[in-house]
């Protein structure tokens, strides 16, 4: 299990290794031609679909009989085709997106025309790219296609290639000199976008891929991301090359961005893009298409910082969604409802790389239940963590109606009751649940619900509450009241509440909020506004009671608040609430409030 999102697994290296895996060969030639003019596309809700990965990294059995990665054909995927639009079409389902080597052969050496560009290998693509566009279209879906950041290495030709509809402009004159590497995997050359020809060739790449007439384009290996980072691996000038050159061309394409792209540059992913990799590849690169722990699990700790930038236009995409096939998946069926169900709230695209010919019935379920796909689909926001990132945690999101989407979920690896508290949705008292998975009116809770859920497990529900909101007493971190120890101390914040915070909390620093007064004792889910750059814990006492230790999920850098409740067990009257580094990193303290309950 990775603590950030920018470690190296086994699973990305084991793609770098093949994609590195160049092979030496004369450039082929195809003729280049010319696209329709339409809108650009607009992405108003996350796109839902198929992508043909999963299965060209997964060393199942009979998957890729033909080498590594070789499962990608043009049979094959016309048969994934075929099978979306009888089985998922009518749910919603529109994209047969074509992933990493269409342009090269098993052996990984690739196919380019005279103009430097990708071009089908004749193995895999016989009919080629258009045909195959089409072939997707005639069964009223879309068609996507993928190409990695750079000028690939094998593509340069020694710098006398030339660039389609740019006079006089070679692919020397589109690199740097010294021929810097760049992308998740150096396999392509740092385009060089202070040369004019530089933008003539992203141009040409996006005009064939519109004259193929696809709907879909995904630009792998950028950063910073990508497990790269430096003005070497900084691929922001070219997806704004890419943004451009697709409105050029006048057809409506999604552009999507991978993978584990660099939240510090959120504001570039979503003027260029509409959709952008949050984390690193799903696939476990095993005998089953995914696993638990490389990486389904990871995305719990991994999403949070970047839910407030996903929204109409651009989206966080936590990769392939790979609960429908059942063992192939490698998967419980607890697992596979929890994979979906994040996803769901999170506001992800909903793209599969099962076999859509092979889905068995619970993963036919989980794909196809209208209601999840509605919540996933429709105007709700994202959904965040309400509670600590710890094993058992509830995520939620206000719905513009006023009910609240409501997730629970058990990450440990052993049966456990998790319960979602209404103070912690800002409210108490009687509520209506509907649980969406079962398609199921569960009556009226007071005050909370619980669940006993299995290792891995959730429940998905929405809760209508009543009209009364719950009164809150705030605290500030930075109240002279307040006792600080260790290297404790009050900084600036232009985004807390009260303009400052209490940082440098490691090591056994702390800080203790003194009067804290309620009404009566029980157990209080205290609201903590915190900043915190990563997932961090902090021990969590109440007078000279016992110590909690809880993560705090990231608020995505260190200049934003965020918010997420703990349970404090307090008595009748004044009390202390500490909360104390110990022998690592703490998140920044803002404020905390607690809710007046009657």
Same mark, same amino acid.
């Given at each position: 299990m990775r603590s950030s999102s920018y470690a190296v697994l086994p699973a990305r290296a084991l793609r770098a290794a093949v994609v590195l895996a160049l092979a030496a060969g004369a450039v082929t030639v195809a003729p280049a031609a010319h696209a329709e003019t339409t809108a650009p596309a607009p992405a108003a809700k996350p796109y839902m679909g198929w992508s043909s990965w999963s299965m060209q990294s997964s060393k199942y059995p009979g998957l890729n009989p033909d080498g590594d990665y070789s499962y990608l054909t043009e049979a094959?995927?016309?048969?994934?085709?075929?099978?979306?639009?009888?089985?998922?079409?009518?749910? !919603?389902?529109? /994209?047969? @997106?074509?992933?990493?080597?269409?342009?090269?052969?098993?052996?990984?050496?690739p196919q380019f025309d005279q103009y430097a560009r990708q071009k089908a290998d004749p193995d895999r693509f016989p009919s080629g790219m258009k045909a195959v566009a089409d072939r997707i279209h005639a069964k009223g879906l879309k068609a996507g296609i993928y190409l990695p950041a750079g000028l690939e290495k094998e593509a340069y030709g020694d710098g006398k290639v030339p660039v389609w509809n740019a006079q006089g402009c070679t692919t020397a004159d589109i690199v740097y000199g010294d021929l810097r590497t760049t992308n998740g995997w150096d396999s392509s050359y740092k385009l060089d976008f202070s040369r004019p020809c530089t933008q003539k060739y992203i141009d040409s790449q996006a005009q064939l891929i519109a004259d193929w007439g696809y709907d879909f384009f995904k630009l792998d290996g950028v950063g910073p991301g990508s497990g790269k980072? !430096?003005?070497? /691996?900084? @691929?922001?000038?070219?997806?704004?090359?890419?943004?451009?050159?697709?409105?050029?061309?006048?057809?409506?394409?999604?552009?999507?961005?991978?993978?584990s792209l660099d939240i510090g540059h959120a504001a570039d992913w979503k003027k260029y893009s509409n959709g952008w990799r949050v984390d690193t590849d799903v696939e476990c690169y095993c005998n089953t298409l995914v696993s638990w722990e490389n990486s389904v699990d990871d995305r719990w700790d991994d999403t949070p910082g970047w839910t407030r930038h996903a929204g109409p236009g651009g989206w966080n995409d936590l990769d392939s969604l790979d609960v429908g096939n059942g063992e192939m998946d490698g998967l419980t069926k607890a697992e596979r409802q929890s994979y979906a169900t994040l996803w769901a709230i999170a506001k992800s695209p909903l793209y599969t790389g099962d076999d859509l010919t092979?889905?068995?019935?619970?993963?036919l379920s989980l794909l196809t239940n209208r209601e999840v796909i509605a919540l996933n689909q429709g105007a709700a926001p994202p959904a965040r963590p309400v509670t600590a990132s710890d094993p058992q945690q509830v995520w939620a999101a206000k719905n513009p109606n006023g009910t609240y989407t409501v997730a629970l979920f058990n990450l440990a690896d052993a049966p456990a009751a998790v319960t979602a508290d209404w103070s912690t949705l800002g409210f108490t008292g009687k509520a209506a649940v509907r649980d969406l998975w079962n398609h199921e009116n569960l009556g009226t809770h007071k005050n909370k619900i619980t669940e006993a859920l299995p290792a891995h497990g959730s429940r998905l529900f929405t809760v209508t509450p009543p009209g009364g909101r719950l009164d809150w007493k705030g605290y500030e971190a930075e109240a002279p009241a307040n006792t600080l120890g260790g290297n404790a101390s009050v900084g600036d914040c232009a985004t807390c509440s009260g303009g400052k915070k209490v940082g440098n909390l490691y090591l056994g620093g702390k800080i203790r909020f003194n009067d804290v007064v309620v009404g009566k004792a029980g157990t209080y889910w205290v609201k903590v506004a915190y900043i915190s750059g990563d997932a961090r814990s902090v021990d969590v006492s109440a007078g000279s009671g016992g110590t909690t230790r809880h993560k705090l999920p990231s608020t995505g850098d260190w200049g934003t608040v965020g918010t997420v409740s703990v349970p404090v067990t307090l008595k009748a009257g004044t009390n202390t609430i500490t909360f104390d580094s110990g022998t690592s990193y703490a998140p920044d303290i803002d404020r905390i409030d607690v809710p007046r309950l009657s």
């Amino acid at each position: 299990m990775r603590s950030s999102s920018y470690a190296v697994l086994p699973a990305r290296a084991l793609r770098a290794a093949v994609v590195l895996a160049l092979a030496a060969g004369a450039v082929t030639v195809a003729p280049a031609a010319h696209a329709e003019t339409t809108a650009p596309a607009p992405a108003a809700k996350p796109y839902m679909g198929w992508s043909s990965w999963s299965m060209q990294s997964s060393k199942y059995p009979g998957l890729n009989p033909d080498g590594d990665y070789s499962y990608l054909t043009e049979a094959n995927v016309l048969k994934q085709t075929d099978a979306m639009a009888a089985k998922l079409k009518k749910y !919603g389902y529109e /994209y047969v @997106n074509i992933d990493a080597g269409w342009w090269r052969d098993n052996s990984w050496k690739p196919q380019f025309d005279q103009y430097a560009r990708q071009k089908a290998d004749p193995d895999r693509f016989p009919s080629g790219m258009k045909a195959v566009a089409d072939r997707i279209h005639a069964k009223g879906l879309k068609a996507g296609i993928y190409l990695p950041a750079g000028l690939e290495k094998e593509a340069y030709g020694d710098g006398k290639v030339p660039v389609w509809n740019a006079q006089g402009c070679t692919t020397a004159d589109i690199v740097y000199g010294d021929l810097r590497t760049t992308n998740g995997w150096d396999s392509s050359y740092k385009l060089d976008f202070s040369r004019p020809c530089t933008q003539k060739y992203i141009d040409s790449q996006a005009q064939l891929i519109a004259d193929w007439g696809y709907d879909f384009f995904k630009l792998d290996g950028v950063g910073p991301g990508s497990g790269k980072s !430096g003005d070497q /691996y900084d @691929n922001v000038a070219d997806v704004a090359a890419w943004n451009q050159a697709i409105a050029a061309t006048g057809r409506p394409i999604h552009f999507e961005l991978s993978w584990s792209l660099d939240i510090g540059h959120a504001a570039d992913w979503k003027k260029y893009s509409n959709g952008w990799r949050v984390d690193t590849d799903v696939e476990c690169y095993c005998n089953t298409l995914v696993s638990w722990e490389n990486s389904v699990d990871d995305r719990w700790d991994d999403t949070p910082g970047w839910t407030r930038h996903a929204g109409p236009g651009g989206w966080n995409d936590l990769d392939s969604l790979d609960v429908g096939n059942g063992e192939m998946d490698g998967l419980t069926k607890a697992e596979r409802q929890s994979y979906a169900t994040l996803w769901a709230i999170a506001k992800s695209p909903l793209y599969t790389g099962d076999d859509l010919t092979r889905l068995d019935s619970y993963g036919l379920s989980l794909l196809t239940n209208r209601e999840v796909i509605a919540l996933n689909q429709g105007a709700a926001p994202p959904a965040r963590p309400v509670t600590a990132s710890d094993p058992q945690q509830v995520w939620a999101a206000k719905n513009p109606n006023g009910t609240y989407t409501v997730a629970l979920f058990n990450l440990a690896d052993a049966p456990a009751a998790v319960t979602a508290d209404w103070s912690t949705l800002g409210f108490t008292g009687k509520a209506a649940v509907r649980d969406l998975w079962n398609h199921e009116n569960l009556g009226t809770h007071k005050n909370k619900i619980t669940e006993a859920l299995p290792a891995h497990g959730s429940r998905l529900f929405t809760v209508t509450p009543p009209g009364g909101r719950l009164d809150w007493k705030g605290y500030e971190a930075e109240a002279p009241a307040n006792t600080l120890g260790g290297n404790a101390s009050v900084g600036d914040c232009a985004t807390c509440s009260g303009g400052k915070k209490v940082g440098n909390l490691y090591l056994g620093g702390k800080i203790r909020f003194n009067d804290v007064v309620v009404g009566k004792a029980g157990t209080y889910w205290v609201k903590v506004a915190y900043i915190s750059g990563d997932a961090r814990s902090v021990d969590v006492s109440a007078g000279s009671g016992g110590t909690t230790r809880h993560k705090l999920p990231s608020t995505g850098d260190w200049g934003t608040v965020g918010t997420v409740s703990v349970p404090v067990t307090l008595k009748a009257g004044t009390n202390t609430i500490t909360f104390d580094s110990g022998t690592s990193y703490a998140p920044d303290i803002d404020r905390i409030d607690v809710p007046r309950l009657s």
